[in-house]
T-cell receptor, first 117, second 114 residues
């Protein structure tokens, strides 16, 4: 069975600090996808990034970066120089491969990130 | 390019009543997904469609729940004989078929059972 663990329930930092959100996953599949989504107070889940199991290259997008390590089954998310607008709940999700892409995703419980001005 | 649209945004009903939600996916997307999210939890997968075919159902989808996507476009999720435990946010998502396409979510329908 698939499982995603986000051990940090809530993180509070002061604006401009760097912050890392942890994600550990479990799967028996050799091919799978990992995702991060942002859920601001308005409620809509916003897609941030997708990673394939066969691509361990880390990625940077502006202030966001992602560290994927198959050896530790982790897919961590770092925000550099955090801003108040980054305040949201962040979800890590796991999808298995079924020929046409990920099917139903398995989500973690989320990390509530609070950026204080 | 409009996003995923869900209707209604909020539904309040009495226990035992039937409710139906609608989801309009992004127009070119082949796949449509339903999830349920309760307070403080991540979304939980319920079911998904590839065009009009329902390909997978979670064990969370009891026999009181039924979903359809009759023409491969919009979808409906019906809950019969609602119970207190059905109170949640019901999320719809859609994606392209193939490759590594991400799922794009709607704003959800919040169901409150009195």
């Amino acid at each position: 069975a698939q499982k995603v663990t986000q051990a940090q329930t809530e993180i509070s930092v002061v604006e401009k600090e760097d912050v890392t959100l942890d994600c550990v996953y479990e799967t028996r599949d050799t091919t799978y996808y990992l995702f991060w989504y942002k859920q601001p107070p308005s409620g809509e889940l916003v897609f941030l990034i997708r990673r394939n199991s066969f691509d361990e290259q880390n990625e940077i997008s502006g202030r966001y970066s992602w560290n994927f390590q198959k050896s530790t089954s982790s897919f961590n998310f770092t925000i550099t120089a955090s801003q108040v607008v980054d305040s949201a709940v962040y979800f890590c999700a796991l999808g298995e491969y079924s020929g046409g892409g990920a099917d139903g995703l398995t989500f973690g419980k989320g990390t509530h990130l609070i950026i204080q001005p | 390019d409009t996003g995923v649209s869900q209707d209604p945004r909020h539904k309040i009903t009495k226990r035992g009543q039937n409710v139906t939600f609608r989801c309009d996916p992004i127009s070119e997307h082949n796949r449509l997904y339903w999830y349920r999210q309760t307070l403080g939890q991540g979304p939980e997968f319920l079911t998904y469609f590839q065009n009009e075919a329902q390909l997978e159902k979670s064990r969370l989808l009891s026999d009181r729940f039924s979903a359809e996507r009759p023409k491969g476009s919009f979808s409906t999720l019906e809950i019969q004989r609602t119970e207190q435990g059905d109170s949640a946010m019901y999320l719809c998502a859609s994606s392209f078929l193939g490759g590594n396409q991400p799922q794009h979510f709607g704003d959800g329908t919040r169901l409150s059972i009195l």
